[in-house]
């Protein structure tokens, strides 16, 4: 049988449904493809991403439709940015360091200080592990558990040491 006596007639018919039907059938198969892998990168529900892959089978195409109409508005990625944006802007500027007065002579001194700059006078130490603020009082470190002993002041900055 030649191959023009094949693909005459009813051959000829079923050969070009065959073509469309797998024509149609690829189509939809990469229509399921990108809608599935839009799905995922707009939500981590893998239910989600199976309803959209079943909604792209909906002939004739009227599913992918639906599934633009459904799909969540932005991609995980664009939520992220977008959450980001949210909380650096609502984080108010934070570039004044908190003061407080020092005990002794009464001058604005950042929090985080444990001498005055001013009057040198000690008012804290640092844990020498965790290098937190600790109060002269504190024996062992609360952040470490460290035992920093009962009393005695932390070596001297070598400035404030030197001998006059
Ligand atoms: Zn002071
Ligand atoms: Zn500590």
Redesign the pocket.
């Known amino acids: 049988m030649s191959l023009v006596a094949f693909l005459s007639g009813t051959n000829l018919l079923i050969v070009g449904i065959v073509l469309l039907v797998l024509y149609v059938a690829l189509l939809l198969v990469a229509l399921a493809y990108n809608v599935v892998r839009d799905a995922r990168r707009r939500s981590t529900s893998i239910l989600f991403a199976i309803f959209a892959f079943l909604l792209a089978f909906i002939p004739p195409f009227l599913g992918a439709l639906l599934y633009l109409v459904v799909r969540p508005p932005r991609t995980l990625d664009e939520e992220r940015a977008l959450e980001l944006e949210q909380q650096v802007l609502a984080e108010p500027p934070s570039d004044e360091p908190e003061t407080r007065p020092c005990p002794t002579c009464g001058r604005d001194i950042e929090q985080d200080f444990v001498i005055c700059p001013y009057c040198r006078t000690q008012f804290a130490r640092r844990?020498?592990?965790?290098?937190?603020r600790?109060r002269l009082g504190w024996p062992v470190?609360?952040?470490?558990?460290?035992e920093?002993g009962a009393h005695p002041l932390p070596p001297a900055p070598s400035r404030s040491a030197a001998p006059h």
């Open positions: 844990c020498g592990v965790c290098e937190r600790l470190c609360p952040y470490c558990a460290t920093v």
